[in-house]
């Protein structure tokens, strides 16, 4: 497909600098019509492809042939500017645009407070109703739970959602599933507890400490621009190593978050950097697994989160020093204390071994016998990495899930992403 011939018409448009800002062509099918296919390489937020194939792949097989042609030099660069084409980035450029306004807020600070008072004032009531249905859940009775209809727990989430308690109504709306869960009073009452708890600190308040209340603004859906973190927030400089990355969908399904674990040489203090992208494209990092990067990072107010200060230039870095099991699950016991609502931590083993027991379990087992269940389907690339024997091995821990590997590194120093 990627032959000048397969394309009878297709151009390179050029940005202000002269260089290529996007690059469109049509491909000759087995239709009447031809595949109308372009790449928008200079937009925020990385690349982006459109092709009018029914392909769900992103980018398709369309894309990536008028990319090869592109870098071979086989696709001039010329006025012509399709209708189609030209429709595809003015939509793009409108709604960066958008996206920059929202970004900068309002320029009259008087404004900018008020807006702030009236999203507390709202979200105070949204977590005081919140508190009021919750009594009423256990006023009625965990039997009572399963008799009711989705609209049941989507009437609350939806008045969160309405409160711009957005964190606080994602937790809500995860009460169906456990409903369904095995073993769901148990399930069903922790996830009703942790929201009561999410209640009753968000009314503490100021009693709190500073990064307990950082903690629980983010988990209700309070959120901090990174302008704002990058003006205000705790910085730190170190020789930050990257540990591992996990892409995940978000509770709507249009978005993949993708987390990447870093730690600190010399503080030890462990940052997350969380970007998202939509479905079916690939999210921007500026980190690379098994490299380690001298930079400061800007702390979000929950003291995990980051956001760098400066372009980073990573290098190779060796393999990070592990702890045991018993050593991960006292950071991770640490780490609840400040954060109660956490599920995902992680670990950082060393010499660990994929173990398996009489059950047909997975685990991971340290030098001294203690192990942690591996979370299902986990195990296989994990084998196929170190052929069962020790390495070290960076995860993440989920008392509800399991251990999911995240990087591993072989006898010779080399990290595999998992």
């Excluded at 993708?258 to 992208?277: E, P």
Aim: with cysteine.
């Amino acid at each position: 497909m990627a032959k000048t011939g397969s394309w009878p018409r297709s151009g390179v448009i050029t940005g202000p600098a002269d260089t290529a800002s996007a690059v469109w062509g049509e491909c000759a099918g087995s239709g009447a019509k031809p595949y109308l296919a372009a790449a928008h390489l200079d937009g925020d937020g990385g690349p982006a492809y459109k092709c009018s194939c029914p392909s769900r792949k992103i980018p398709c097989k369309h894309v990536l042939a008028l990319l090869a042609l592109w870098a071979q030099g086989n696709v001039d660069a010329r006025d012509e500017r399709p209708e189609w084409v030209a429709s595809w980035l003015a939509g793009r450029a409108a709604r960066r645009a958008k996206a920059a306004k929202k970004a900068a807020g309002p320029a009259d600070p008087k404004r900018a407070e008020a807006t702030l008072r009236e999203r507390e004032k709202a979200v105070a009531g949204g977590m005081d109703e919140l508190r009021l249905w919750l009594n009423d859940q256990i006023d009625a009775g965990l039997a009572e739970a399963p008799k009711h209809r989705y609209d049941h727990w989507d009437r609350m989430a939806k008045r969160l959602v309405d409160a711009k308690a957005g964190g606080a109504a994602s937790a809500v709306a995860e009460l169906p599933g456990a409903v369904r869960a095995t073993g769901w009073p148990e399930v069903l009452l922790e996830r009703l507890s942790m929201l009561h708890l999410l209640v009753g600190a968000h009314r503490a308040g100021e009693d709190l400490d500073e990064r307990t209340r950082g903690v629980v603004r983010a988990r209700i859906g309070i959120t901090t621009r990174a302008d704002e973190v990058l003006a205000d927030g705790e910085r730190v400089r170190d020789t930050w190593c990257v540990l591992g990355e996990r892409n995940t969908p978000t509770p709507e399904g249009d978005m993949t978050a993708h987390r990447v674990w870093l730690r600190g040489a010399d503080s030890g203090r462990l940052a997350l950097s969380l970007s998202f992208a939509r479905s079916g494209q690939a999210p921007r990092a500026p980190f690379r697994v098994g490299t380690e990067v001298d930079t400061e990072l800007a702390f979000y107010p929950d003291g995990q989160r980051v956001v760098p200060t400066a372009d980073v230039d990573p290098r190779p870095a060796p393999p990070p020093r592990g702890t045991t099991v018993v050593e991960a699950l006292d950071a991770f016991a640490a780490a609840l204390a400040v954060d109660p609502w956490r599920d995902t931590w992680p670990v950082v083993l060393d010499r660990a071994a994929p173990a398996h027991d009489d059950d047909g379990g997975w685990h991971l087992a340290d030098p001294t016998g203690a192990a942690l269940p591996l979370a299902a389907g986990s195990p296989w690339r994990l084998l196929a990495l170190t052929g069962g024997h020790p390495r070290t091995v960076v995860a993440e821990w989920s008392p509800r899930h399991g251990l999911t590997p995240l990087t591993v590194w072989d006898a010779d120093g080399k990290a595999d992403a998992l």
